[in-house]
């Protein structure tokens, strides 16, 4: 007992710095925030009519989803990797060297960095509803929230299990290519999902993104290629592995 | 008792022997010095100790534990001042502390006191809540030190504290470590370039150069058998004149090229 009081304080102090750092860090607001409405605005608006015309319906209906699930995941694995930074900046070995279980920490630094992404998202969400996105129920819009968080938790992880193996940035534009940018493609964040060539669909069917994707989309707007269990286990798991496999790699850093 | 324990310790990064089968023990509640040119091994023997590197080979015990089996009774029974930087550039003075004295779970009452008090000590009061990243180098490094002394762990472990720090200031830092040491019998192991301060706040002394312990005891029985005047004199008689290449970075970036070659 005694000990989880203790391990939840430490959790909720890392938690409280990576949201701290975000809040002052204005710029990183405005700038993680461009890209996403250009990606809206530009796609949105410029596919729109062949996407009507090919009769998809409103296109911008279709991506504010997928572009909320992007700011996320970016977002996400960018404050994962943050541990890079703190390494070279040397305040990773203070709580390194923190009298508490090293898995502690890390899960303080994920639950801050992804309540940080899902502002993200909630903020993009209310950027499209500018730009004209419709939620189909606005009651029911909040359950996305779960799905966002599900897929900030374990692309935080993510980028914190690849940045415990990493010793400075220059890998990083390997993981921003070879990873973030085909989860994100391949996720049918930007396409539906129906009618694709088998190839395309079944590396659809393994990115965890798709799942975020499909369950924001599905509550948002109705639209859905997967089921709602599906994608909650889908995501569930994956979490839960990025969470274990983040903890244990960052237990073995070694400064 | 022994609250440090160190038996044939060896730390190998790919071809380079940094610290080269090693073995001492610190008494518990004694000031000990850990004496030695740049690069001499200092640095990677404390990582080991603070469970931040795994070693290649060997035994250690602090206080009873073993870094390497039980990292986190280890890490429970120590508190650090590092030699380089380790501060959060976005926080304030105020939050760094805070930030330490919780993941210490040292009680609010107590984090509060010795927060001001350990501010006031370091002359940092009145910019409490800047954040560090508008210090200078030298109110980052007090700033630091503050920080290590926040919590009293059974062995305080202090990577050259000292450094680039004014008479006051240094004088201030020891008295409150020998204070911290006197009364609540925590056992300080400390690495200095200042021979004058080892002498006269050590009880014991190790001289480390090359990866190998080449002398241990009191600072008087260092003198004595180097028949010298001077700490500094016994030092120079023990390593030599030579001057060594910057230390832990030479290492660090052997350790990194290895790496790319590797790759």
Known sequence: ?255 | MNIIEVKNLVKKFDDIIAVDDISFSVEKGKIFAFLGPNGAGKTTTIKMFTTLLQPTSGKILINGFDPVTNSDDVRCSFGIIFQDPSLDDELTAFENLEFHGVLYDVPKKIRRERINELLKIVELESRKNDLVKEFSGGMKRRLEIARGLLHHPKIIFLDEPTLGLDPQTRNHLWSYIKDMNEKEDITVFFSTHYMEEADRMSDRIAIIDNGKIVAEGSAEELKTKTASATLEDAFLKLTGKAIREEGANAVDKLRKMSRLWRR
């Open chain 1, 1 to 255: 007992m005694e000990k989880i009081k203790k391990y939840s304080k430490v959790i909720y102090i890392l938690w409280l710095r990576q949201l701290k750092r975000y809040s002052r860090s204005r710029a990183r607001i405005i700038g993680s925030l461009a890209q996403p409405v250009l990606f809206l605005v530009a796609m949105g608006f410029g596919f729109g009519p062949i996407y009507q015309k090919a009769g998809g319906g409103n296109y911008i209906q279709f991506i504010a989803p997928g572009i909320i699930a992007m700011s996320i995941i970016f977002t996400a694995m960018f404050g994962g990797m943050e541990v890079i930074y703190d390494r070279q900046f040397g305040f990773l070995k203070e709580t390194l060297v923190a009298p508490v279980p090293r898995w502690t920490i890390m899960l303080g630094r994920t639950f801050g960095g992804a309540t940080v992404s899902t502002l993200q998202g909630v903020a993009v969400f209310l950027i499209a509803l500018i730009i004209g996105f419709r939620p189909e129920n606005i009651f029911i819009a909040p359950l996305a929230l779960v799905y966002m968080a599900l897929v900030a938790t374990s692309f935080t992880a993510l980028g914190t299990a690849i940045a415990s193996t990493m010793e400075d940035m220059q890998a990083f534009p390997l993981v921003m290519n070879f990873l973030i940018m085909p989860l994100f493609f391949l996720s049918g964040a930007l396409f539906p999902l129906t009618g694709l060539p088998k190839a395309i669909q079944i590396i659809i069917r393994v990115n965890p993104l798709s799942y975020g994707v499909d369950g924001i989309r599905g509550i948002l707007t109705g639209q859905m290629h997967f089921a709602y269990h599906t994608d909650f286990f889908v995501l569930f798991i994956f979490t839960s592995l990025a969470l274990a496999v983040g903890s244990y790699l960052f237990s073995k850093i070694e400064v």
